[in-house]
């Protein structure tokens, strides 16, 4: 059993770790593409402003270097801040050292206890490599990281999972629902948080059927059956 799940844009960069380390080949690829653009070029591929201009070219100055991240501390976005929750225990990060995989645009898929630094990439970034959009350059790749058969429970977003397969896999999706004043709302600030407590969830209950995945219950989220079909599972907090 897989979880997969989308890395984050924002970094915390105060656990650092100073030892030997080296990209893989294809994500050398990627920053030999990344190091040669100017200052226009990062700011239209990467989508920036020159706010964080500065700090994105640090970052490709940095690669070189031996100082590094784990991938589980260096991402903070909603749902990694929902996982982490500063309180992880050992036996829940051994728990996702084995079933997650955090997808990147520049690192492919990666373990939660993987050594990565600081970057800024989109998926859908026009940025070429050797010819080819970066989709395309990650395709093969990531396959190669999933069974045939495998159950894979998607807490990506569409960017990312949209990578895979799906016929080729047991293939669980989440959609995540809060009820107020009777009306059932659905936006990216509810998604990302409700994955990062899913997440959290599995590792902290080691689950590994589908049935333990139907008792998730924190922050007063309920298995909805009536809403859910297929491969699809709806899970909704009601607060009315």
């Given at each position: 059993m897989k979880?997969?799940?989308s890395p984050a844009k924002q970094m915390n960069t105060k656990n650092a770790f100073h030892k030997k380390w080296d990209l893989n080949e294809y994500s050398k690829q990627v920053v030999d593409a990344l190091v040669t653009l100017n200052d226009n070029e990062i700011k239209k591929y990467l989508k920036i402003n020159d706010s964080i201009l500065t700090q994105v070219k640090e970052y490709h100055?940095?690669?070189?270097d031996n100082v590094t991240y784990q991938a589980l501390d260096l991402y903070d976005g909603l749902a990694f801040r929902y996982l982490k929750n500063d309180d992880l225990s050992d036996e829940a990060k051994a728990y996702l050292d084995e079933h997650l995989l955090i997808l990147s645009a520049l690192y492919g898929p990666i373990k939660p206890n993987e050594y990565?630094?600081?970057?800024?990439l989109d998926l859908l970034s026009t940025v070429k490599i050797n010819g080819s959009n970066l989709?395309?350059?990650w395709k093969g790749y990531y396959a190669s990281f999933l069974k045939e058969n495998e159950m894979v429970l998607n807490l990506a977003s569409d960017e990312f999972s949209s990578m895979f397969e799906k016929d080729r896999y047991h293939w669980i999706d989440f959609d995540f629902y809060e009820i107020k004043d009777g009306k059932e709302k659905k936006h990216s600030t509810i998604s990302k948080k409700a994955r990062g407590l899913m997440t959290r969830y599995l590792a902290e209950n080691k689950v590994k059927s589908l049935d333990d995945i139907l008792e998730f219950n924190l922050d007063g989220y309920r298995f909805s059956e009536e809403d859910s079909k297929g491969n699809l599972l709806v899970f909704i907090k009601d607060l009315d």
């Open positions: 979880i997969i799940l100055k940095d690669f070189r990565i630094k600081p970057y800024r989709r395309n350059f």
